[in-house]
C-alpha cells in the first residue's frame, strides 16, 4: 500500500515503469512508509494486468504468487533471524533474533537468480532493506552486481540511514527521497485510522505517522508515567524508575532519555520544547535550575549508551547508572 502523502511519487514513478533505473534507493525518516512504498512498487511491476492507477491489480497469478510470498521474479533480502516487519528497520531487536545483518551469503545467492529470465513480467526484482544492514562484505558483493547489472533486474533498497551505505553503492543507485509528509495531513490520516490522541503521538516522534500509529495505549501510559517521574529531577527514585524502563528495554529507555533531555536543552537555552509539550511547564522548571554543562555531558554519554545499545553487557544495571546521572544533574534536594 502507498500512504496520502505518497501519491505524487507514485504517479510519477508508475508512469515511467519502463524506464526506470537499475537501481533505486528509497531513503528518508523511519516511519514514514518507505518500505510499503517499495513493496506495492515492486508488486505493481510484476502484475500482469496493472490498474489504471499503476497499482497491482491483486488478481492475477503474478499477484498470488507475490502474496504467498513465493513469486518467481522476486527476491527480498533481509537481516538473517532478524528482519523487521513493517517500516520500523530500526526497531528493537526481538529475544531469539540473533543478526542484524544482511550476510554475504544472503548476497551470494542472487547471483542464480539474476542468471535466470524472467519467469512471466519480463522484470525481476530485488528488494533490500534495511540496506544499511549490509555488512563490509555484502555490501562489495552487491557492489559488484550494481556495478554490472543484468538486463530486466530492478533493485530497490530501502533505507532511513543512507550515510551508513558505501559510497560506491548510492552513486550506482537513483536516489528517491521519500516524501515527509505535512503536519495536518499526518493528524488527518492518523484521525482516520482512529487515533484520538494523534497531535500528541506525533510531536513524540517527530512527526512520522506509522511511528505514531504502532504506539500502543500501555506504551503512551508507561511514557506517560516515565516522564511523571523524570519531571521530579533530583528527587527520583532511579531504582524505581528502571523497573518502570523494564518493558521498554534499552533502545526505547534511551530514545525516551534523549528526547527528554533534548528538550531540557531547549528550554534552558531557548524557552521552547519539540518532544513534550504536555510536560513543558515542567520541562521548563527543571531547565532554569540545570547544570548545562553537565546536562550536555550527560547528552553524549546517551549518544555513546545508543551506539552500543544492541548488545550491552547488563541492560538493567546499565539504565540504573544513567538514571542515577540523571538525578545529579539538578541542585541536591535538601530536606529541613
Not at 519480463?122 to 534495511?130: D, E, F
Not at 494523534?198 to 500502543?216: D, I, K, N
Amino acid at each position: 500500500m502507498i500512504y496520502p502523502w505518497q501519491n505524487d511519487l507514485w504517479q510519477h514513478m508508475t508512469a515511467a515503469r519502463g524506464r526506470l533505473p537499475h537501481a533505486l534507493l528509497l531513503q528518508g525518516r523511519a516511519g514514514i512508509g518507505k518500505l510499503d512504498f517499495a513493496e506495492a512498487l515492486a508488486a505493481a511491476l510484476l502484475c500482469e494486468r496493472p490498474a489504471a492507477d499503476g497499482h497491482a491489480c491483486g488478481q492475477c497469478d503474478s499477484c498470488n504468487w507475490n502474496a504467498q510470498g513465493n513469486h518467481p521474479d522476486l527476491r527480498v533480502l533481509t537481516p538473517e533471524d532478524g528482519g523487521q516487519g513493517g517500516d520500523e528497520e530500526d526497531a528493537e531487536a526481538k529475544p531469539g533474533k540473533k543478526s542484524q545483518v544482511i550476510s554475504i551469503a544472503q548476497v551470494r545467492e542472487l547471483a542464480e537468480f539474476l542468471g535466470l529470465s524472467s519467469h512471466r513480467a519480463n522484470v525481476r526484482v530485488v528488494l533490500l532493506h534495511p540496506a544499511e544492514a549490509l555488512n563490509a562484505a555484502s555490501a562489495n558483493a552487491l557492489l559488484k552486481m550494481l556495478e554490472e547489472p543484468p538486463s530486466g533486474v530492478l533493485f530497490i533498497l530501502v533505507t532511513h540511514q543512507p550515510q551508513r551505505l558505501l559510497p560506491t553503492i548510492r552513486s550506482r543507485c537513483n536516489k528517491v527521497d521519500m516524501p515527509f509528509p505535512e503536519r495536518a495531513q499526518a493528524e488527518s490520516w492518523l484521525a482516520a485510522q482512529g487515533v484520538a490522541d494523534a497531535a500528541e503521538r506525533l510531536t513524540y516522534v517527530g512527526g512520522a505517522p506509522l511511528l505514531a500509529l504502532r504506539m500502543e495505549e500501555g506504551e503512551q501510559k508507561r511514557l506517560g508515567d516515565l516522564h511523571k517521574e523524570l519531571g521530579r529531577g533530583a528527587r527520583m527514585d532511579p531504582f524505581f524508575v528502571a523497573s518502570l524502563c523494564a518493558k521498554e528495554g534499552i533502545l526505547a529507555t534511551l530514545e525516551a532519555l534523549q528526547k527528554w533531555t533534548h528538550d531540557l536543552a531547549a528550554a534552558r537555552l531557548a524557552g521552547e520544547v519539540r518532544y513534550h509539550a504536555q510536560q513543558a511547564p515542567s520541562l521548563q522548571a527543571l531547565a532554569n535550575g540545570i547544570d548545562l554543562s553537565r546536562l550536555l555531558d550527560f547528552q553524549r554519554v546517551l549518544h555513546e549508551a545508543r551506539r552500543t545499545a544492541q548488545h550491552p553487557l547488563n541492560a538493567e544495571l546499565q539504565v540504573e547508572s544513567l538514571l542515577i546521572q540523571y538525578t545529579q544533574l539538578f541542585p541536591t534536594v535538601r530536606t529541613p
